[in-house]
């Protein structure tokens, strides 16, 4: 299975699982408190595990966009330890069936929004950042 066939099967069977949450007001309300929860999975790696660490600071900006790209932080240092990245994970993993019955909903194919944004991106390059 290539992964466009992946993408169509996982919309398949996130519409049968979506039966019991079929409401836009349910789909909606739960893919907010999964994007509060994928956040909120990132912010206890920080805070309660410490395997990464923010630190901020204002971004320094050169002459010409290329340049300047290179030089942008993450503000974000070391990596997510294996548990974190399970948890992070499993969070990104809710938050995409979410928005997955989302789109279900909207009769958006999955698949449709990613060869959408990926022409996006091949086509606006440095300016598809809104
Ligand atoms: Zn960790």
Redesign the pocket.
Known sequence: MDEKQQIREFQRKVEQTLFRHRSFLDVTSMLQESNARLTRSVMR?VTE????EIRASRQEYSKGLQNSIHKYRSHLYHN??E??TDLVSTEMGKHLFYFTSLCSLLEIPLSQIFKQELKNLSTLGFFYLR
Do not use: H
């Not at 595990?49 to 990464?52: D, E, K, T």
């Open positions: 790696a595990c410490g395997c990464i997510l330890c548990s974190c």
